[in-house]
């Protein structure tokens, strides 16, 4: 189907989705005021010719949206080479359906990058793989200490209420000590989307 200007023009500024969120606002602004970005992370964006529009995909009750929109958005602030518009996932499924991790799942956040012809010319969909597989391997060491936890191959929402109630207290505890390095892997994702652009640019 494709993103027309027009699709892209009804999404949401980066500010007017801040202003619309009723759930982890404060989270949302902790995380884009306690990230580190230094201008080594920024040169890449800031050696775009033009900018790139970045159709994001949302829902403010999704730990990963509230982990990586901000970091998009201070990166869009900085270099003002990244045109940011919002979309609620669950209101514009003609859109999410578009971006299927693996073809099936709803997953977010979603950054889809185009050019000024709105050619798609990258994708970031809901955290880096890297990120992943140590939430996994967090999941297996904490297993290994209670397994009243159960196994690590349970999707989570499958377990007695209490007993998810504790996973999750103790994975956010081990995905907070290591949120610099998870941040880093965002921001190393969107370096490679954009420098692949900055080559395929410099080539045409």
């Not at 889809?112 to 990258?122: K, L, P, R, S």
């Not at 967090?138 to 499958?158: K, M």
């Not at 996973?167 to 000590?177: K, P, V």
Request: glycine share 4%; charged share 25%.
């Amino acid at each position: 189907m494709g993103i027309t200007p027009e699709r892209f023009a009804q999404g949401m500024t980066y500010e007017q989705y801040y202003a619309q969120m009723t759930r982890n606002q404060e989270r949302f602004k902790q995380q884009e005021e306690q990230v580190t970005i230094n201008t080594a992370d920024l040169a890449p964006f800031a050696a775009l010719p033009t900018p790139l529009r970045v159709l994001v995909l949302a829902e403010d009750w999704c730990g990963d949206v509230i982990n990586g929109l901000p970091i998009l958005g201070r990166i869009a602030a900085a270099t003002d080479k990244l045109e940011l518009r919002i979309f609620l996932r669950d209101q514009n499924l003609d859109l999410m359906d578009q971006y299927l991790k693996e073809g099936k799942y709803r997953s977010i956040p979603v950054f889809a990058f185009f050019d000024t012809e709105f050619n798609q010319v990258g994708l970031f969909i809901e955290r880096p793989a890297a990120t992943t597989a140590r939430y996994q391997r967090q999941r297996e060491e904490l297993t290994a200490q209670h397994p009243e936890f159960g196994s690590p191959e349970t999707p989570i929402t499958q377990l007695d209420e209490a007993v998810r109630t504790q996973l999750m207290t103790a994975m956010a505890t081990l995905r907070e000590a290591s949120r610099a390095e998870d941040n880093q892997e965002i921001i190393r994702a969107l370096q490679a989307i954009v420098s692949a652009a900055n080559t395929r640019a410099s080539v045409e």
